[in-house]
């Protein structure tokens, strides 16, 4: 081993983290520089995703978007993760490292770009892109993690680099007391959020590619065009694993229908509906995001104690009870915050699933395996959240609609049971297990 390899296995201090939040068995230097590099990207794309959840009245009477094409408007922005599955899936041909090199400046640029929106269009033209990058980066995090971590870690892993993205969203909670003090209002936030996209791309330079996409890379022939050797990666990867691909789809196509409406509309709803002001709003949203995120990093602990299903079943059951509650309509003094019940399952379902999906797929498939369940999970929610119109209309509030649209969580939680159980496994050793046993 030379002197620089030596260097990136020895231990890292992870003692600055409270006991119970450190990873299991510890990380070495390599290991700690990839997760906070990853890790630090996903905590500016979550101040970035939720600066329009947060804004929404604010941006609605700024664009002039009528009170009915607010779902529209959010699903038409989550279509950019058509191409983002596309541009994802070139990391399994051309390596992790060169395509989050690439994501993380789109993503600055497009975000900075959002704040000059002069109409809706506009602003959902910037969207669009500021999501296409930070999308296709998203689905490369959990890759990256599950490709470099030990077995032990994983879950700890998954459920910190989630922890990591919503805290992005407190931060937004922060900037969002503020947002009639800010100089341009909303368009300020969007300012605020490019500057850290813009440092943490110059600090990726120190991102190494994942050792086992290096090995894959060394074993398997190249292709000679990208193109045909991405049709050829799905044929073998529908040949290889069906089975674990339709159930896992399944799951995430039921799983995002249900979830992302709720979690879009939450504060929105405390405005609109409960009447709260945005500092109101903002503070219930820090100290619900606060304990939420906390909890979300022992849930990925203890999904590598007791399993990734048991856990992320627990949190959808969290999460529709969460969310069922605080859009139901009852006359309860504290009822908005019956939203940090509800988001703490939806960020620990959400993680673990993006991690189940990383976990039980070979290196060879693994970027595309997750960027098919992000898109599934997205084109589902844009499906429900464009459904929310029609339904506000009919049922005479965004409550009872967003109630409605909770009703296939259940189909997720039962397929989620028949996919295999990853926690405490080796990578290779899930990869090698016929598809017939899953």
């Known amino acids: 081993m030379n002197g620089s390899a030596a260097l990136d296995e020895r231990p890292a201090n992870t003692r600055w983290l409270p006991p119970g939040l450190r990873p299991p068995g510890g990380m070495t230097h390599r290991q700690a520089v990839v997760f906070l590099l990853v890790g630090a990207a996903a905590l500016m794309g979550g101040y970035d995703t ?155 330079r120190y991102l190494p590619e994942t050792r086992r996409f290096e090995q894959h890379e060394r074993e398997e022939p190249k292709q000679t065009s990208r193109i045909r050797g991405g049709v050829e990666m799905l044929r073998k990867l529908m040949h290889e694993h069906p089975r674990r691909v339709r159930l896992m789809m399944i799951a995430i196509a039921a799983y995002g229908f249900a979830i992302w409406p709720a979690a879009y509309f939450g504060q929105k709803y405390m405005q609109s509906v409960l009447h709260m002001t945005p500092s109101e709003t903002g503070i219930v949203v820090l100290l619900g995001g606060a304990v939420a995120a906390t909890f979300n990093i022992l849930a990925g602990r203890l999904s590598d104690w007791i399993g990734r299903r048991a856990v992320i079943f627990g949190a959808c059951c969290v999460a529709v009870a969460g969310f069922g509650t605080l859009y139901s309509g009852i006359h309860w003094a504290y009822v908005q915050y019956m939203w940090g019940v509800g988001f703490f399952g939806f960020v620990c379902a959400d993680s673990l699933f993006a991690g189940l999906s990383a976990e039980i797929f070979p290196t060879a498939y693994r970027a595309t395996v997750s960027g098919m369940r992000y898109i599934v999970s997205i084109l589902c929610g844009a499906v429900s959240l464009a459904l929310e119109g029609p339904l506000y209309h009919l049922l005479g509030g965004h409550g009872p609609a967003l109630i409605v649209l909770l009703g296939t969580m259940p189909i997720a939680m039962f397929v989620l049971l028949k996919l295999p159980e990853p926690a405490g496994r080796e990578l290779e050793d899930l990869a090698a297990e016929p598809d017939k046993k899953s």
């Open 50 to 204: 939720n600066v329009f959840t947060f804004a929404i009245p604010q941006v609605q009477d700024s664009l002039h978007i009528p009170e009915d094409r607010i779902g529209f408007t959010v699903s038409l922005i989550r279509l950019a993760a058509v191409p983002a599955l596309l541009l994802a899936w070139t990391a399994d041909l051309i390596g992790r490292r060169r395509l989050l090199l690439f994501t993380i400046v789109g993503q600055a640029i497009a975000t900075l770009a959002t704040s000059f929106a002069q109409d809706s269009a506009q602003f959902v033209w910037a969207q669009c892109f500021t999501r296409l990058f930070g999308y296709a980066e998203e689905m490369l995090c959990y890759v990256v993690v599950a490709e470099e971590l030990s077995a032990a870690a994983r879950g700890w892993a998954n459920g910190t680099l989630a922890t990591m993205y919503y805290l992005g969203g407190g931060i937004t909670a922060v900037a969002f007391i503020a947002v009639n003090y800010l100089p341009y209002g909303w368009r300020m936030l969007y300012v605020i959020g490019s500057i850290p996209l813009f440092l943490v791309a110059y600090l990726r």
